[in-house]
Nanobody, 118 residues
Framework: QVQLQESGGGLVQAGGSLRLACVAS????????VGWFRQAPGKDREFVAR????????SYAASVKGRFTISRDNAKNTAYLQMNSLKPEDTAVYYC???????????WGQGTQVTVSS
């Protein structure tokens, strides 16, 4: 069982930066891939980024590639999402998720609100 807790959201002006953190409980966290998703009001939840259990593989949605960076520190049971050059369209609730490679995402956090003003 893994429990996830996001933090780091807030209000930022367009062009600014935020770093989200996802802290996990449970010693098995290091065996899970980690993903970030987001959901804007009235829209479906969408994929943002993912990272493999070892941290040596990452992938990004086209809309954030080159601006966002996903990373993890397994010693701290924490994953991060560095968000630079933020745009108003990045406004959403951001969710952290974890799952074993090749399987569905099994665990989800409660989400953290990111609001980008123009």
């Amino acid at each position: 069982q893994v429990q996830l807790q996001e933090s780091g959201g807030g209000l930022v002006q367009a062009g600014g930066s935020l770093r989200l953190a996802c802290v996990a409980s449970g010693r098995t966290f290091r065996t899970y891939s980690v993903g970030w998703f987001r959901q804007a009001p009235g829209k479906d939840r969408e994929f943002v980024a993912r990272i493999t259990w070892s941290g040596d593989g990452t992938s990004y949605a086209a809309s954030v590639k080159g601006r966002f960076t996903i990373s993890r520190d397994n010693a701290k049971n924490t994953a991060y999402l560095q968000m630079n050059s933020l745009k108003p369209e990045d406004t959403a609730v951001y969710y952290c998720t974890a799952g074993l490679s090749g399987t569905a995402w099994s665990y989800w956090g409660q989400g953290t609100q990111v609001t980008v003003s123009s």
